[in-house]
């Protein structure tokens, strides 16, 4: 096909790609990784547990993709850029970062220690800010372009009340520095867009459950989403499918949310 011809330019072929993945543990993040090794990607999994990673580094390898385990809290700076060290001298440079680890807040606003605001702070926001300039530093030098997708929530959007305030303005954050440095970021080739889910199976969801009780009763289809629904979102995003698209949120949420 010509350069201009339907369809030429819609592929999820990551092939000669590497791409860094934090939170992969469990969950989305595991998911992330999983789906982005199948597609060919070299994938550097990123969180504090590391026997997990082990577990999924093999899992990935016996399905004949490549994955390492990278041991990381997004919390320490230090440890952000020791993380992409060990990625890049293990399978080259990353070109694709996904920011998916986070954490709750699980306390109204007027009852969070001080230690709990900052961790959630740190995890949320500050963890993937630093990190994406990390890797946006590293690409610019090599003058290569990027892609980078940050895990925001339909909790940036409508909050439901049920103590995780401090959640949902991380998460409102994350997409406004999802929009800043698209715009920042563009004229190097870096593209920089946002997921955000409603209520998707995950460790973290299972603990709302416990906290406020089985909240799909609410939604129009009456389902939690699972992981692998996010799959296509995504794919779009990392891929060359995605060339000029940057500085979006793309909202995945089976309609659960009013709007």
């Known amino acids: 096909m010509t350069e201009g011809s339907a369809g030429a330019h819609f592929s999820t072929d990551l092939s000669g790609q ?10 989305l993040g595991r998911r992330f990784a999983t789906v982005l090794a199948a597609c060919g990607a070299r994938v550097a999994a990123a969180a504090r547990r590391e026997e997990k990673l082990k577990d999924l580094a093999g899992e990935v390898a016996a399905a004949g993709g490549t994955c390492v385990p990278v041991p990381l809290d997004v919390t320490d700076a230090d440890q952000i850029v020791a993380a992409v060290d060990r990625a890049e001298a293990e399978l080259g440079p990353v070109s694709i970062l996904v920011n998916n680890a986070g954490i709750p807040d699980a306390a109204y606003a007027t009852k969070m ?3 709990l605001v900052d961790a959630v702070l740190d995890t949320n926001l500050r963890g993937p800010f630093l990190l994406s300039c990390e890797v946006a530093r590293r690409l ?16 940036a959007h409508n909050y439901a009340g049920n103590g995780a305030a401090l959640y949902s303005i991380t998460k409102a954050a994350v997409e406004r520095m999802t929009e800043t440095l698209a715009v920042e970021w563009a004229k190097f080739g870096i593209n920089v867009n946002a997921i955000a889910p409603g209520a998707f199976r995950s460790e973290m969801m299972d603990g709302m459950i416990a906290r406020v009780g089985d909240m799909t009763r609410y939604f129009p289809r009456g389902r939690l989403g699972e992981p692998h629904q ?12 995605s060339e000029f698209v940057t500085g979006m949120v793309a909202k995945v949420d089976d309609g659960q949310e009013p709007r």
Request: charged fraction near 5%; avoid cysteine.
């Open 230 to 241: 996010l799959d296509s979102t995504l794919l779009y995003l990392v891929s060359p499918s």
């Open 113 to 115: 220690p001080v230690a």
């Open 140 to 155: 610019i030098a090599r003058g290569a372009p990027g892609r980078i997708v940050n895990l925001s929530s339909m909790g």
């Open 18 to 27: 590497v791409a860094l993945v934090t939170g992969a543990s469990s969950g």
